[in-house]
C-alpha cells in the first residue's frame, strides 16, 4: 500500500463493518464527517469463516456504503493496517446519495478475485444484530495491539480474538 502525504485529506468509501460508526471511533478515536454513496461496478460478498465483507469488480453490480471524509494520512495508514493483507487500497470514483455527485475515494477491494470462500452477499444489519457487538471488542484489541513494537496483522488478531470467543471465527 502506498504512503500518503501527511498534510492530505482524503476520502474513504466503506461498505461492511467500517459503516458502523462504534468501529470507526475506535479506530480513528473520532468520527469523521460522511456521506451515504454508491459505487458502481462492484459486488459486495459475504466471506465464509469471516464476519465482514470483501467487494470486487462485478459488472451491472453497486456497492451502497458511505464515503467517510476528511481523512487524515496517519488515519489512512491505521485503515491499511485494520484492512491488513486480504484487502488492497484502491481508487475509485463514488456517487454520492444526496445529489448524485461524483468523487473520488479510495476503497478496500478483496486481494484474491478468484477465492471460492466469496459468496452472495453481505447484510449490515444483520452483522449489527449478530456481530457487532464481539467485532467492536476485538477491533479495541487491534488498536491496543497496534501500539506494541511487535504487532499482529489485524487477520491473526481477528482469528486469536474468535477462538478464544468460541473456538473458530463466526460462519455468515
Known sequence: MGSSVGSELHNVFVYG????DDVVRVLLNRLPKSSVAVLHGHHRF???????PAI????NSKVTGKVLLGITGPELRILDE???????RSSV???LMENSDKLQAYTYVWNNKNDPNLYGDWNFEEWKRVHMEDFIKMSNGFMEELELPESKP?????ESFYQ???NNPPKC
Do not use: T
Not at 56 to 59: A, W
Not at 82 to 88: A, L, N, Q, S, T
Not at 154 to 158: E, I, P, S, T
Open 154 to 158: 489485524r487477520v491473526a488478531m481477528y
Open 56 to 59: 470486487l469488480p462485478v459488472e
Open 164 to 166: 478464544q470467543h468460541d
Open 93 to 95: 470514483e463514488v456517487s
Open 17 to 20: 463493518s467500517l459503516l458502523a
Open 46 to 52: 459475504s466471506i465464509k469463516g469471516r464476519v465482514y
Open 82 to 88: 485494520f484492512e491488513d493483507v486480504e484487502y488492497r
